[in-house]
Nanobody
């Protein structure tokens, strides 16, 4: 069994920053892609950013230039640095990992609220 534990969400003012972390643990052989999705009330879950085990990244257009995704393969951990946050970034953020021989795993979600 695999567990993804997220941390770092919270309330921040517009223009502020937050850093989300997600650590995978359990029966893990290797992890290919890790990433973050988000879901705002009344909207579908969407990809925010993803990173391969080789370090190649992919960002949602609205995140480019503001968010930075990084990864520590030795710790099975991924980090999302979010700067210049906007009210429209408000959502529950979910960590995702594609684990070899195990399939996709999801975290429990962490709330990010951007409001003055």
């Amino acid at each position: 069994q695999v567990h993804l534990v997220e941390s770092g969400g919270g309330l921040v003012q517009p223009g502020g920053s937050l850093r989300l972390s997600c650590a995978a643990s359990g029966d893990i052989f290797s992890i290919s892609t890790m990433g973050w999705y988000r879901q705002a009330p009344g909207k579908q879950r969407e990809l925010v950013a993803a990173i391969t085990d080789g370090g190649r990244t992919n960002y949602k257009d609205s995140a480019k230039g503001r968010f930075t995704l990084s990864r520590n393969n030795a710790k099975n951990t991924v980090y999302l640095q979010m700067n210049s946050l906007k009210p429209e970034d408000t959502a529950v953020y979910y960590c995702n990992a594609d684990i070899k021989y195990r399939g996709l795993a999801w975290g429990q979600g962490t709330q990010v609220t951007v409001s003055s």
